[in-house]
C-alpha cells in the first residue's frame, strides 16, 4: 500500500486540479462548459505528456485563478447585507477551497520548475 501511495503523491497536482475542475463543472449546471472542459482537456494532457514548460503555465494559470476567485468571493461578501452566518460560511469555504487550489498550483509550479540533474556531479561540478 506504501508503495502505491508514494508512486501516485507525485501526480497529488494534477489529480487535485482535475477534482477541482470536475467539482467547478458540476456546481456550475451547464452540460456544455467550455472552460471545464479545455481546463480537464490541459491538466489530462499534462497528465499524459508531463511537459514541464506546459506544467509551468498551467500552474501559473491555476493561480491566476484562484486570485481571481478569492477576490470575485470577496466581492461577494462585501455585498451581503449582514455578513455573520452568509458570509462566513461564504469566506471560510471560499478561502479553504481555493487556498487548497493555489497550493496545489503552486506544488505543479515547483515539481515542473526543478532542475535536477540527471547526471552525479564529479569533483567541483
Given at each position: 500500500?506504501?508503495?502505491?501511495?508514494?508512486s501516485?503523491?507525485?501526480?497529488y497536482?494534477?489529480?487535485?486540479l482535475?477534482?477541482?475542475?470536475l467539482i467547478?463543472?458540476?456546481?456550475s449546471?451547464?452540460?456544455?462548459?467550455?472552460?471545464?472542459?479545455?481546463?480537464?482537456?490541459?491538466?489530462v494532457s499534462?497528465?499524459?505528456?508531463?511537459?514541464?514548460?506546459?506544467g509551468?503555465i498551467?500552474?501559473?494559470?491555476?493561480?491566476?485563478?484562484c486570485?481571481?476567485m478569492?477576490?470575485?468571493?470577496f466581492?461577494?461578501i462585501?455585498?451581503?447585507?449582514?455578513?455573520y452566518?452568509r458570509?462566513?460560511?461564504?469566506?471560510?469555504?471560499g478561502?479553504?477551497y481555493?487556498g487548497t487550489?493555489?497550493?496545489?498550483?503552486?506544488t505543479?509550479?515547483?515539481?515542473?520548475?526543478s532542475?535536477?540533474?540527471?547526471?552525479?556531479?564529479?569533483?567541483?561540478?
Amino acid at each position: 500500500m506504501y508503495l502505491i501511495a508514494k508512486s501516485i503523491s507525485k501526480w497529488y497536482p494534477e489529480i487535485f486540479l482535475i477534482f477541482s475542475v470536475l467539482i467547478y463543472w458540476v456546481l456550475s449546471a451547464t452540460l456544455v462548459n467550455p472552460a471545464a472542459i479545455s481546463l480537464l482537456a490541459l491538466l489530462v494532457s499534462q497528465l499524459r505528456f508531463k511537459n514541464k514548460t506546459f506544467g509551468i503555465i498551467l500552474s501559473l494559470v491555476f493561480m491566476l485563478l484562484c486570485v481571481y476567485m478569492v477576490l470575485a468571493v470577496f466581492s461577494d461578501i462585501i455585498d451581503l447585507d449582514v455578513f455573520y452566518p452568509r458570509g462566513l460560511l461564504m469566506m471560510a469555504f471560499g478561502v479553504l477551497y481555493f487556498g487548497t487550489t493555489a497550493y496545489f498550483a503552486f506544488t505543479l509550479l515547483r515539481k515542473n520548475n526543478s532542475r535536477v540533474s540527471d547526471r552525479l556531479p564529479i569533483g567541483h561540478d
